[in-house]
């Protein structure tokens, strides 16, 4: 990731976004004390290495240059009380991290801020391994994976409506921008008010 980021630098002088994205097939909706400690430890390693690594790479230009804008994505499941495997506590130390860097970078001129969305039933028929994933969660419901997605907004959603990517992006590009320069150390929630909070 250092090398990316070098490269990047490289290329255009600087960086002044880094959002930090990652998605990986895995076990989910399978109670803990049912769950393989491989299953567990899959998403805590895969999330939380590949974040840490792009973001520290990022946050040094950064700090260099006096400013910048590092966004994580994280999920509801680092806040939700349910069988989650390893993705729940992979997001709940992603915001962990958030708030870490934020404190370190912050004085330098970075700001940090994470994104937790619900999922969003658009990736699954974008070639998301979310497909994979919450169609072993809808067999085990027993309903197929169009019955869950055709579900009418998110199960414990506030408002009518799932959350879309262009939600997250239109949030994304407005945490970037100067309009949102005095937010930092923080996680967004995206969840159409399936967490509160």
Partial sequence: M??????????????????NAIGVDHVQ????TELAVEDFELPIRTYTRATFL????AGRHMARQGSGVILVLSTTAARVA????????????LEALTLQLAGELGPRGVRVVALRPDGIPETALNGSH????????????????????????????LLPRAIRIQDVAETAAFLASDRAAAITATTLNLSVGAVLG
Avoid: Q, Y
């Avoid at 909706?29 to 803990?32: F, K, R, S, T």
């Avoid at 792009?54 to 790479?57: N, V, Y």
């Fill in 2 to 19: 250092t090398e990316h980021a070098a490269a990047v630098v490289a290329r255009s002088g600087r960086i002044d976004v880094s959002l």
């Fill in 29 to 32: 909706g399978v109670p803990l």
């Fill in 54 to 57: 792009t973001a520290t790479a």
């Fill in 82 to 93: 349910m069988a989650t495997d390893g993705f729940g506590p992979a997001n709940a130390a």
């Fill in 130 to 157: 979310a497909a994979r994933v919450w169609a072993r969660m809808a067999e085990r419901a027993g309903i197929t994976l169009e019955e869950m997605l055709d579900s009418p907004g998110a199960p414990n959603g």
